[in-house]
């Protein structure tokens, strides 16, 4: 176990004792608990509800939301919906990337950051938009990343 | 709570929520949705309380939806005189306290300015923006806080739920909104009223009905801002439409990424259970109905209609043949109705005001209002409801202000993924569901992506296409791999490399792509090339001929470079630069190695607008740089 309580995943999977199709609501709720889906708690959810793992694998992989990779400390989403796609969403990306030497869906090695991109936060009107831990940072520069990447430690 | 059991009861819950709301006490409104709260408007809330408790004022102070003008949120009214400032900042509440809601005084800074006559406008609905709009829909935002179900009943909320369920049989309320000819506000326009009556003809029960909040087109944000900041309606509307189809259970599929949305309509719902408008026995009709929420887990293909209700199955949410109509075989293979946001939204003012009402708004196949997000190069970004068939150029001009910074219209891109561009050519065009499909591109969920002149078009059908790419579920061949080399294609082109061909090869297979998949985001993945190399072939060619980029956007194909006339030396580009590319020194010519160049843009970003020294080159060699010797800048520039 790498550090994951069992507890938590079972709390999770009694809340919705008994209803149906509840899987990817499931996973949403270890999402959000862990900030990733561990392999602990794919095997706990099959033993409890008897699903087959290939099947919660087959469903962590499709949605965009679930990882089966752990996130950093910090979570970067860049948006580059249309809006901030022409509004050079691309262009902040492509800073965010030089500067922390990774790509979208990668982690930094020191697990400081995540990065990701989204399809439109519904903000455009703020665009370019650049989320980190649930803070938006509105109408980005090229020459602001550095000082906004340095905010988190 | 008590349980509201008849329309005589609601309407004296309305009377004593009224009775009990003093209209003479003064009311201060904050807009809250999810860009104000990301622009500080939970600051401004907590200013708002603090000083109004400091000074023990007796002001009554609500929260609000999204009020759509997101641009200079967070926006802040007072009433009754109904004065509006924009752009409010905590420090700016003591002010604003003393000076307006004591003393009547107005602040002008916090006014809007009219940017061509510059005069300041105190009243919110004398702002253009929303002046030239007719809020059908979404003008109950303002007025309500989305938490307090009883703001929407003190407005006559849930009074069309009462009338459908107390004076009007299903059949009635179905023949409404047929006659009504609301068509589907979520992508194809369908009508609701056909799409209801084939799902409550067809064999099975249980029937189920479905909102559709999963707004996968990057750039639009109506729905969110419906169900944020008017849940109420939304579900309204939903239990209508469960009365009249005969549904006993719905569901609400929301993306995931609208955290608050779900938030507010997990309130809603709770507090509509407790008045008795969902669960048994509803309002005293003997109508049984609930809810529940589904949140989508992130996938555009989510959002079709069977991919959606194999998502609520618990399933991975791929689409399937169309044979099946789901409102045969839906949720776990029984009738079930999907219909978008503001869809729904719309039943209640159908069975309010009738369907002749209803009809006489808009144009002859497309009737009532739409809801637009007006996003991109334009002015006043926001959302933006007009009746359908007013003409693009008043919706960008008048509404929308025109294009930032003073740049020239380019297009305007509509439909999001499924959709595509416009050119100035059709800026009168009515914008409506036939039309918009006429002129190649279509009215989706209603996006809205102005571009000025800086936008490259190739760029924007490779970002489409790169984003379908991406989504494709990859369950059929053309559109899984259709796709995978139209974005090669695209690629190669974007990067200089495009071939003699290249056009005509996108074309060929986007006819493939567009006859033989499975589903609708198969059949018009294309669209977006197919529009722009229609309306812009010649920037293609420019791309593949002349590896000219002519809005200088494609990074492959542009360089930077310092005209030296023009650098005054103020060492900002050499100091920013990621890369160390740039040479100079105090009072000497800066000049870019275009060796170590990786075209950021930042030196062009940063750049003092009274040089305006850096500059970008396409399709022509940059000049050598200035010899060392020359670099000296002796006179002083004026
Ligand atoms: C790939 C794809 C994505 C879609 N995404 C959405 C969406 O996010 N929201 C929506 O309302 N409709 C979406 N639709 C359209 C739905 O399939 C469906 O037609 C619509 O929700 C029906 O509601 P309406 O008749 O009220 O418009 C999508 C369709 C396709 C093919
Ligand atoms: S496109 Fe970025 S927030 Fe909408």
Redesign the interface.
């Known amino acids: 176990m790498e550090g994951i309580d069992p507890n938590r995943v079972d709390e999770i999977i009694d809340r919705y004792r008994g209803e ?6 499931l ?2 709720d270890i999402q959000a608990e862990f900030n990733w889906i561990p392999r602990e708690a794919i095997m706990r959810i099959s033993e409890r509800l008897h699903i087959p793992k290939s099947h919660i694998y ?2 962590a992989t ?5 990882s089966l990779n752990p996130v950093g400390r910090h979570l970067i989403q860049v948006c ?4 901030c ?3 050079g969403g691309p ?1 902040i990306m ?2 965010i990337k ?2 922390l030497g990774i790509n979208e869906g990668e982690t930094t090695p020191d697990m400081r950051f995540t990065l990701r991109r ?10 370019p ?1 650049v989320v980190i831990d649930g803070i ?1 940072h ?1 109408k980005v ?3 602001e990343v ?1 000082g906004i990447l340095e905010c988190y430690k | 709570m008590a349980r509201i059991r008849s329309k005589k009861d609601l309407l004296k819950l309305q009377e004593s929520i009224l009775a009990e709301r003093r209209v003479d006490k003064p009311l201060i409104t904050l807009c809250s949705g999810t860009a104000c709260c990301a622009t500080g408007s939970d600051a401004v809330a907590e200013a708002i309380k603090a000083e109004l408790k400091k000074q023990n004022l007796d002001v009554v102070f609500r929260r609000t939806g999204c009020h759509g003008f997101c641009e200079r949120g967070p926006i802040l009214t007072i009433y009754p005189q109904g004065i509006c400032y924009l752009n409010v900042k905590p420090e700016d509440i003591p002010e604003i306290i003393n000076r307006t809601v004591k003393s009547n005084e107005i602040i002008d800074r916090l006014l809007y300015t009219d940017p061509n006559t510059g005069k300041r406008i105190a009243k919110e609905s004398e702002i253009p923006f929303y002046k030239y709009q007719t809020r059908l829909v979404l003008g109950d935002n303002v007025r309500i806080d989305p938490r307090n179900i009883d703001d929407y009943i003190a407005i006559g909320g849930y009074q069309a739920l009462a009338k459908a369920l107390e004076d009007m049989t299903p059949e009635q309320v179905l023949e409404e909104v047929k006659k009504a000819n609301l068509r589907g506000r979520g992508g194809g326009g369908f009508p609701a009223g056909r799409k209801w009556e084939a799902t409550r003809n067809a064999p099975g029960e249980p029937k189920y009905v479905v909102v559709n909040c999963d707004e996968g087109d990057p750039g639009a944000y109506m729905d969110r801002s419906l169900m944020e900041g008017n849940p109420h309606r939304v579900l309204e509307g939903l239990i209508i439409g469960a009365y009249a189809i005969g549904a006993h259970h719905g569901f609400v599929y929301v993306r995931q990424e609208y955290p608050l949305a779900v938030k507010n309509l997990t309130i809603a719902l709770d507090q509509a259970r407790e008045y008795g408008f969902l669960g048994e026995d509803i309002l005293g009709s003997g109508f049984q109905f609930d809810v529940c929420i589904h949140r989508g887990a992130g996938a555009f293909v989510s959002g079709e209609s069977s991919a959606l209700m194999t998502a609520i199955e618990g399933k991975v949410g791929e689409p399937r043949p169309k044979y099946i109509h789901t409102s045969e075989s839906g949720i776990w293979e029984k009738p079930s109705d999907l219909n978008n946001v503001e869809t729904w939204a719309n039943v209640p003012l159908i069975i309010q005001r009738g369907a002749d009402w209803f009809r006489s708004i808009g144009t002859e196949h497309s009737k009532g209002t739409k809801i637009f997000s007006l996003v991109g190069a334009v002015n006043n970004t926001g959302l933006v409801e007009v009746p359908m068939g007013t003409t693009l150029r008043d919706i960008i001009y008048k509404i929308g202000g025109g294009i930032r910074d003073g740049k020239k219209f380019k297009a305007v891109q509509t439909g999001g993924p499924s959709g595509g561009v416009i050119p100035a050519q059709y800026l009168d065009a009515p914008v409506d569901f036939d039309e918009l499909t006429m002129l190649g591109s279509m009215m989706g969920s209603g996006g809205m992506i102005v571009m000025d002149e800086d936008t490259c078009i190739v760029d924007i059908a490779r970002y489409f296409v790169d984003f379908l790419c991406d989504e494709s579920c990859g369950k059929c061949v053309p559109c899984r791999e259709g796709l995978k080399r139209m974005r090669e294609i695209l690629d190669r082109i974007v990067a200089g490399r495009g071939r003699e061909g290249d056009i005509e090869l996108l074309k060929e297979i986007a006819q493939v792509m567009k006859r033989a998949s499975l589903c609708a985001l198969g059949t018009t993945a294309a669209n977006p090339t197919l529009s722009t190399i229609r309306y812009f072939h010649d920037e293609y060619e420019a791309h593949i001929k002349e590896m000219r980029c002519p809005a200088l956007v494609c990074k492959d194909l542009i360089s930077y470079y310092i005209q030296p006339d023009k650098c005054i030396a103020c060492l900002l580009c050499l100091k920013n630069c990621p890369s160390g590319a740039i040479e100079g020194g105090k009072r000497k010519i800066h000049v870019i190695d275009q060796t170590k160049c990786i075209k950021c843009g930042i030196c062009y970003e940063v750049c003092p607008p009274k040089a305006r020294a850096v500059v970008k080159i396409s399709g022509k060699p940059v000049p050598p740089p200035l010899p060392e010797s020359e670099r000296e800048i002796t006179k002083r520039k004026k």
């Open positions: 149906r199709g509840i899987l990817i609501q996973l949403l087959r469903i499709f949605y965009k939301t679930l580059l919906g249309t809006a796609q022409v509004r262009k492509d800073r030089e500067s989204v399809n439109c936060l519904g903000c455009c009107a703020m665009g938009v938006y509105g520069t090229p020459s550095k």
